[in-house]
């Protein structure tokens, strides 16, 4: 790209108006939608997020990654309204776009909400879509619309792993339940690789984690576990009420089990579980107390760009 | 390697009918009979085959873990209807030989498919 091209750039988004470049047929829905009904309105509309609008009032913001934590969490259906951004971020349509581009970077956000400067009323949304479309408009340059709409789902979780925030993931693992065993497991995997990690991380991860799984299982009535994940690390939690461990430096040594002879004939309880974990992780914590429960911590460094 | 020659040397059949290919015909790069999952989530990488008698779920939960290319279950072993609908779920290949687990490995071998090597270096970047 030409120096002039850029200068071009920079003066356009002084220039332009965010009401010129917004969207103005905007989607929104009501506080009292369920989340569950949102996945849908979403996906339909190909949208990233949504105004959340009571009686014709702007009363929040609700995202795919709003969506998202909730379907990780899995703690039943509720209304959009308990999950929604209440302290919503807005533009004033006549404002130059550099003030939204700043906000939008400022606060991490994907999209914001664009007021009617004299009534307060919802004028549209203005999305990074919508400024790119904008400025490539004025550029008079060619763009093909569904390009536009790929870029703009395919960063949304570049979004979130940008955001200094970390996402927190929660799987309940219950006791002596070998039907589900490894589910746990496998969303992570699924969950890490759609938010870009690099796959051998992603398969670390999701082997600590599998080995912590079948321990809550094997030897506990049920656990949960908790996966953290920021732009660093993904730290892996399994927390769990049983029985602890006598004795964890014997526990360690590979080939040492304390498994009945069920699990091993489900192929595990050879010994290897924590030492798997060990082996994955870049750095490992046992807490153990008899007769309270364990905690193990595990965390595995993302993989830096070189 | 590719899988259909695995599935040619080991006079093995499909435990369910793969109706798309997604990435067409796989590559098996590499090899591990054992039916400890544990041992199968660190010694197997990407495009490895798991030669096993185990046939649970649990085997293909680590099979989607660790990115195999196929399991094959010796001896004749059919896995469980509900293995199966799992194993076509998550898109695991899966196969089922008549050969003894050594006589399968004997084979492979032959043919120039070697162990999958899993250890430290493969499961961590770090130091």
């Given at each position: ?281 870049d750095r490992m914590e046992i ?20 | ?27 098996v790069v590499s090899c591990l ?95």
């Amino acid at each position: 790209m030409s120096d002039e091209r850029v200068t071009k750039l920079q003066e356009l988004v002084y220039e332009l108006r965010v009401g010129e470049i917004m969207h103005e047929d905007v989607i929104s829905v009501s506080p009292e939608t369920p989340m569950s009904e949102l996945r849908e309105i979403l996906r339909i509309n190909r949208i990233s997020g949504t105004p959340v609008m009571r009686d014709g009032s702007l009363v929040g913001m609700i995202s795919i990654e709003d969506f998202i934590r909730w379907l990780v969490k899995s703690d039943g259906d509720c209304r959009v309204e308990a999950k929604m951004t209440r302290d919503v971020r807005t533009v004033f349509a006549d404002e130059p776009l550099i003030q939204a581009v700043n906000k939008l970077e400022r606060f991490g956000f994907g999209r914001l909400p664009v007021l009617d400067r004299k009534s307060g009323k919802l004028a549209g949304v203005l999305t990074k879509g919508d400024i790119i479309e904008g400025l490539l408009k004025k550029l008079e340059i060619d763009y093909h619309e569904a390009e536009m709409m790929g870029a703009r789902s395919s960063h949304v979780f570049e979004d979130i792993i940008a955001d200094s925030s970390a996402l927190l993931f929660e799987y309940q693992v219950p006791g002596k339940d070998f039907t589900r065993a490894g589910a746990c497991a496998s969303g992570l995997k699924t969950t890490l690789r759609r938010l870009g990690i690099h796959p051998q991380t992603a398969r670390r991860a999701a082997i600590a984690c599998y080995e912590a799984e079948m321990n809550l299982i094997v030897h506990t009535d049920g656990g949960r576990i908790e996966a953290r994940v920021d732009g660093r690390a993904i730290r892996i939690q399994a927390l769990d009420e049983g029985p602890g461990i006598e004795d964890v430096a014997r526990a360690m040594q590979p080939g040492y089990s304390t498994a009945p002879d069920w699990v091993r004939e489900l192929g595990f309880g050879a010994g290897m579980g924590l030492v798997n974990i060990d082996k994955c992780a870049d750095r490992m914590e046992i807490d153990s107390t008899t007769g309270k429960g364990t905690r193990i911590e595990v965390e595995i460094l993302l993989e830096t760009e070189p | 390697m590719r899988l259909e020659e695995v599935q040619r040397i080991l006079e093995a059949r499909p435990a369910w009918t793969v109706r798309l290919p997604r990435n067409g015909e796989r590559e098996v790069v590499s090899c591990l009979a054992t039916d400890l999952m544990s041992d199968a989530l660190t010694t197997t990488g990407e495009g490895s085959l798991l030669l096993t008698g185990l046939t649970n779920s649990q085997v293909i939960r680590t099979a989607g873990i660790v990115d195999l290319a196929a399991i094959c279950f010796v001896r004749g072993k059919s896995p469980q209807p509900e293995t199966v609908e799992l194993a076509e779920k998550m898109g695991v290949r899966l196969l089922v030989t008549d050969l003894s687990m050594f006589e399968a490995c004997g084979r492979l071998y032959e043919k120039g498919l070697r162990a999958a090597v899993g250890d430290e270096g493969d499961c961590r970047t770090r130091e």
